[in-house]
């Protein structure tokens, strides 16, 4: 099993920065894939930044160039850099952790932390 939790939320005015940490903890032997999404009410949990354990990073048009995904192993830590937000960040951010080792894979998420950008 793996427990994450994440912090880092909160308000900031558009053009502005936060960084949103999740702390990961059990058994994270096997972790392939970690992911920040978002998630609207009534809309469907959206990709905002990807990493994979080889070190891959993957990141839509929409966050390219503002936002940074990044794994502090000692730390067990994943982190999302949030740069030049605009009002259209604003939504609850979710880490994603998926334990590819042993099989079968598992998905993991963390319980939410909002994010509000102002104009």
Known sequence: QVQLVESG?????AGGSLSLSCAASGNTRGIYWMAWYRQDP???????????????????D???GRFTIARDREKNTLTLQ???????DTSVYYCNF???FPPPSTTYWGQGTQVTVSS
């Open 9 to 13: 939320g909160g308000a900031v005015q």
């Open 42 to 60: 009534g809309k469907h949990r959206e990709l905002v930044a990807s990493l994979t354990s080889d070190g891959k990073t993957n990141y839509p």
């Open 62 to 64: 929409s966050v390219e």
């Open 82 to 88: 949030m740069n030049s937000l605009k009002p259209e």
């Open 98 to 100: 998926v334990k590819t």
